[in-house]
């Protein structure tokens, strides 16, 4: 088994449409190369100070994806190079975006993180909000919203996350006549459940430990 291999038997599986995102949270600078070397240009990373550390000894053609949760005070240090956030959840963290957007002077792409599992502990707005929003949204003009992120409930029980990437699809198209053509992505499915996600609809993958090995926190 090798990082390259396992890179590989994913993208030989799912359609060329779907993009794969190399989640590399923990992962040494040494095992992101390898990805890297093997094509890889997509990577995910859920911590700004981790991120920030890598970008710097790293290529510099990496699409770096944002994918956890995001602190407003933390917003100024991805800024400058961050390809797409996928977990917007408040208005006030997409104006800290714009703001510094703006001040980078670049238009930063987002995902609006949608809370689609039972568990409590996930981020993320309900449809109505967003609904609501969508006019303050649209004057923010460093922002660019491309789409919608989701997480399923982490369980074996495929009939429920399946229900649940379904609602966020729904979402998606509830959303995608205000926002353009821009707004064509959804950022679902996981090593976990990636399958399920793309006969769901997903466009995005967040694959972690499926290509790099299980974590160790
Ligand atoms: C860690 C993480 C992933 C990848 O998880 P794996 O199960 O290792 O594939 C995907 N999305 C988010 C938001 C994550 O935090």
Not at 167 to 186: A, C, E, P, V
Request: proline share 2%.
């Amino acid at each position: 088994m090798s990082i390259a291999n396992d890179l590989r038997s994913i993208k030989g599986a799912i359609p060329e449409d779907v993009t794969l995102i190399a989640v590399s949270k923990t992962r040494s600078i040494e095992e992101i190369k390898e990805a890297y070397d093997a094509g890889q240009r997509d990577m995910g990373e859920n911590r700004v100070q981790e991120l920030c550390s890598k970008v710097e000894q790293l290529p510099k053609d990496i699409r770096w994806h944002l994918i956890g949760h995001l602190q407003s005070n933390k917003v100024k240090y991805i800024a400058p190079f961050v390809h797409l956030i996928h977990s917007i959840e408040s208005f006030k963290l997409l104006k800290e975006v714009d703001k510094r957007a703006r001040e980078n002077k670049r238009v930063i792409k987002v995902l609006l993180q949608f809370h689609i599992a039972q568990e409590e502990s996930k981020f993320g707005f309900s449809l109505e909000e967003v609904l609501d929003l969508i006019h303050p949204i649209k004057e923010l003009k460093n922002i660019e919203v491309n789409g919608v992120m989701g997480m399923a409930t982490f369980t074996d029980n495929e009939h429920q996350i399946k229900s649940e990437f379904r609602s966020l699809k729904r979402i998606y198209f509830d959303l995608k006549d205000h926002f353009g053509d821009q707004f064509n992505t959804i950022s679902m499915g996981m090593s976990g459940d990636y399958e399920l996600a793309i006969v769901e609809g997903s466009t995005m993958i967040r694959v972690g430990s499926k290509i790099f090995g299980s974590r160790n926190y």
